[in-house]
């Protein structure tokens, strides 16, 4: 895959911007579920939900969405389907494997008008959100571990701003949090870059039971502000 004219880092911001009109902004990440049933009630808790979440569902993320980007990077996106599937396996919840489907859709959608490039047409219907992530990675000049922090990112302030409309809490403290955990996700991209060449089988699988029974839980309540 060509490298494109953007600046590098102005091409991540980009890629990372929570006002980029890719659906985002309906999730909370599973916050809501969980200060529903009151296991975020102070900013300490909310602090441990954001590090359980990018350490789980956002290795996984960041896994997927730099071995896409490096395969795109190679112009090869043969195993596309088998990173599709192996993704499907680590979401046991039909409900987050539905809505990660959706926001790929809407991720392409955007990255398709914002900047196109005809790979994000062979990625099938309904792309994981991080298989595509990791494609329009590529497809801005940007690399494995740039794909990587971009989603994490994406998944942790999405979920932190959530809690301005969930919880009683100053934005700033919010903030402090994203702060703290920023060596946290660059570690955690690193590590996902180091393994984006392996096989999609060896890709990490840390499991979050609760999140996926809250998610099944959340669908089913009749009022609620996010998607998921």
């Given at each position: ?39 975020v009630t102070d900013m300490a808790e909310l602090e441990a939900f954001l590090v359980g979440r990018a350490e789980t569902a956002g290795v996984i993320a960041a896994a997927f969405a730099a071995a896409a980007c490096a395969r795109a990077l190679r112009d090869d996106l043969s195993q596309m389907p088998e990173l599709e599937a192996e993704l499907d ?140």
């Amino acid at each position: 895959m060509a490298r494109t004219g953007l600046g590098r880092q102005a091409a991540l911001l980009v890629l990372a911007d929570g006002r980029l009109p890719a659906g985002g902004y309906a999730h909370s990440g599973g916050l809501e579920p969980a200060v529903a049933a009151r296991r975020v009630t102070d900013m300490a808790e909310l602090e441990a939900f954001l590090v359980g979440r990018a350490e789980t569902a956002g290795v996984i993320a960041a896994a997927f969405a730099a071995a896409a980007c490096a395969r795109a990077l190679r112009d090869d996106l043969s195993q596309m389907p088998e990173l599709e599937a192996e993704l499907d396996a680590r979401i046991p919840s039909p409900e987050l494997r539905k809505v990660s489907r959706d926001l790929g859709r809407q991720l392409r959608r955007a990255m398709s008008s914002i900047h196109p490039h005809p790979h994000f047409a062979d990625l099938g219907p309904a792309p994981h959100q991080p298989i595509v992530m990791g494609v329009a990675a590529a497809a801005l000049g940007l690399d494995a571990q740039d794909a990587a922090l971009a989603i994490l990112h994406e998944n942790n302030s999405g979920a932190a701003a959530a809690a301005a409309k969930l919880m009683p809490v100053d934005p700033f403290d919010v903030h402090a949090i994203l702060a703290r955990m920023a060596e946290r996700l660059d570690r955690l991209a690193g590590r996902a870059a180091a393994l984006a060449g392996g096989p999609p089988a060896d890709l990490p699988s840390p499991g979050a039971p609760l999140a996926d029974i809250a998610a099944e839980h959340h669908r089913r309540r009749d009022v609620r502000l996010f998607a998921s």
